[in-house]
């Protein structure tokens, strides 16, 4: 019998055109010799056709709308009365292949909790990545304290109905792991993001990027622009080292012309490319010589774990995080340095460290080998024998 993995996703496959967790455990479960299909559930603000939409990997796309367009809005993904009748289509389709195969409900948010309670799932994951309650730039307000109430109830929910759970950071373990019943924290797991290494470890570089004739040191950072990031930091760096250039590579995701982020894109020195394919990204990647990671201070960075670390390291390239404590133990001389404060001088003394050691070839292996260790293949092959051996032992 085989394997029909509903996942249950924050917005169309394609949007912004970032490839994140998600979509990497989709296209996994999609290449299994025992998967069916594979279901991307995910909703969005448009009023669209019901019908799924089959993917060029194969994936079958289905949309919820949302009850009103507006931002403000969503908070109807967390709420049953506002979805319930939307996933009817889905049910009916399942449902007809009732006793063919066997179905596995992959929250990988905590939207349309109601899900887990309609159809006799055979297993229930959540795959926590983030911290959800929390607000990404990390200031608060009323309507964002309304928000953080709607989505706790609502994943404390699917917690409540996962027979296995994974974290991507020790700071979301041990959070879950303080939300479920006693006999369940033995199926509350640890798994860190991974890295595709074959796409990151070639040598293309991409063409007509950077400023022409310059020789010298790039920093760059590779991701969706949000409000996370400590754009004053980068300011701060950028103008005190007028040789060094600031690469960002990535759609901006901070909404309503973030002031900070527009200050940092005022210097003569910060190149910002906007969104790329993500089949391009490693070849941007490829243009760096010192991979940055500069987060703020906030709870949501303290649950996050990079997608970017190991995806710098297997290029090749030293990076330096910033308050991002869930890399602390992967700090390494020539590797990674992690840093806990906003001090510019500290960045920059650090810049100047990994610069030093950028292609020194023990390090460059060193960055290589610690990758290669992290394959996505491997990882979601460990969870998925969890799961199923959990689905045997029910």
């Not at 394997?3 to 949007?15: D, R």
């Not at 109807?76 to 939307?86: A, I, S, T, V």
């Not at 996962?162 to 979301?172: G, H, M, Q, R, W």
Request: glycine share 6%; with cysteine; hydrophobic share 40%.
């Amino acid at each position: 019998m085989k394997n029909i993995h509903i996942i249950v996703a924050t917005g169309v496959w394609e949007q912004d055109k970032l490839r994140y967790r998600r979509h990497r455990l989709a296209e996994f479960l999609q290449n299994k010799p025992d998967t069916e299909e594979v279901i991307w559930l995910c909703p969005s603000p448009r009023r669209v056709d019901p019908s799924p939409k089959r993917l060029v990997n194969g994936i079958s796309q289905w949309t919820v709308p949302d009850f009103l367009p507006q931002r403000a809005c969503r908070f109807g993904r967390y709420m049953d009365e506002f979805y319930r009748r939307r996933l009817r289509p889905l049910l009916s389709y399942i449902r007809a292949q009732a006793g063919q195969c066997r179905f596995f409900l992959w929250f990988t948010f905590p939207g349309f909790p109601l899900l887990g309670d309609l159809f006799p799932w055979t297993r229930v994951i959540y795959d926590c990545s983030d911290l959800w309650t929390s607000p990404i730039g990390g200031r608060s307000s009323a309507a964002a304290r309304f928000r953080r109430r709607v989505i706790a109830k609502a994943e404390q929910r699917i917690i409540d109905r996962a027979e296995i759970i994974f974290c991507t950071s020790d700071y979301l373990y041990r959070r879950i792991v303080r939300k479920v019943a006693a006999e369940k924290m033995a199926c509350v797991f640890t798994f860190e993001n991974g890295v595709e290494f074959d796409l990151f470890s070639g040598s293309a570089r991409a063409a007509n990027v950077l400023p022409e004739n310059f020789r010298g040191t790039v920093f760059g950072y590779i991701g969706g622009i949000k409000p996370k990031l400590d754009f004053n930091l980068i300011r701060q760096a950028a103008e005190k080292k007028s040789d060094w250039l600031f690469l960002f590579v990535g759609p901006d995701g901070t909404g309503r012309a973030n002031r900070e982020f527009q200050q940092l894109l005022i210097q003569k020195n910060v190149l910002w490319t906007g969104s790329v394919s993500p089949a391009d990204v490693s070849m941007y990647m490829n243009l760096v010589d010192v991979g940055i990671m500069p987060y703020k201070p906030s709870p949501y960075n303290e649950a996050v774990f990079p997608l970017k670390l190991f995806e710098f390291l297997a290029a090749g390239k030293p990076a330096i995080g910033v308050h991002l404590p869930s890399t602390k133990e992967y700090a390494e001389k020539g590797i990674y340095a992690h840093l806990e404060s906003s001090d510019p001088e500290l960045f920059i003394r650090s810049c100047e460290q990994m610069a030093t050691l950028k292609d020194q070839k023990n390090a460059v292996g060193r960055r290589r080998a610690l990758a290669k260790s992290r394959n996505w293949n491997g990882i979601f092959r460990h969870m998925t024998d969890l799961v199923m051996g959990a689905e045997k032992s029910g």
